[in-house]
């Protein structure tokens, strides 16, 4: 029973999961509580310091100001606690923190990238054989105009057999986010298996 228990213990992931622009939304909460109930330990780094907005514009407003450098910084120093051997993921703006740790710090396992992908130049080259998903509807004007995201993932993909491109039919943006008016349940819910499936 011992030995059983011990392989389940081993098949579970830690993580740790960066929210979107709007911030540290009770969408992203659920989701990472979901992840938890699947038996993983998960981050969750508020990187604007306890504030949430309702629109999207408002959410890059304060990320704006605030700067994007600094808010990637605070991403990066909410890992370095943590042990080498995490799933990094992000959501939109959360990318940025989780896709550059999931290339430079070693020992990472893996990376989770829903709605955005930058080029892996970004960062240097991708780390040999770290495993990761794209996640983005093939509508979403923030990750498929041409020349942006998504021509940044389709590279990631084309050069590395472990990264893999998931297009969700629609147009939004933060479609996983149960608690904003975008949330899609049909694609939210692939979204999370694909997920789950990844993470054992």
């Not at 098949?11 to 960066?18: F, G, S, T």
Request: hydrophobic share 40%.
């Amino acid at each position: 029973m011992f030995e059983i228990f011990g392989s389940l213990e081993l098949m579970m992931a830690e993580v740790v999961l960066y929210h979107h622009s709007q911030g540290l939304t009770d969408g992203v909460k659920a989701f990472a509580e979901e992840l938890r109930q699947a038996g993983h330990t998960v981050h969750t780094p508020d990187l604007y310091e306890g504030n949430t907005y309702a629109t999207l514009d408002e959410g890059m407003e304060y990320a704006r100001a605030t700067g994007f450098g600094k808010i990637a910084e605070r991403g990066v120093e909410a890992a370095q606690e943590l042990p080498a051997n995490v799933v990094y993921a992000g959501f939109s703006l959360g990318v940025v923190p989780a896709q550059q740790l999931t290339q430079t710090r070693p020992g990472a396992v893996g990376g989770l990238f829903f709605y955005s992908c930058l080029p892996a130049e970004e960062f240097g080259a991708w780390p040999e054989g770290v495993p990761a998903q794209v996640h983005a509807m093939e509508e979403d004007p923030f990750f498929a105009e041409e020349g942006g995201d998504i021509d940044a993932a389709r590279a990631l993909v084309a050069a590395n057999s472990s990264v893999e491109l998931f297009l969700y039919p629609g147009k939004e943006h933060l479609f996983a986010d149960s608690s904003l008016p975008g949330y899609d349940e049909p694609a939210a819910k692939l979204l999370l298996q694909r997920t789950l499936d990844f993470l054992s």
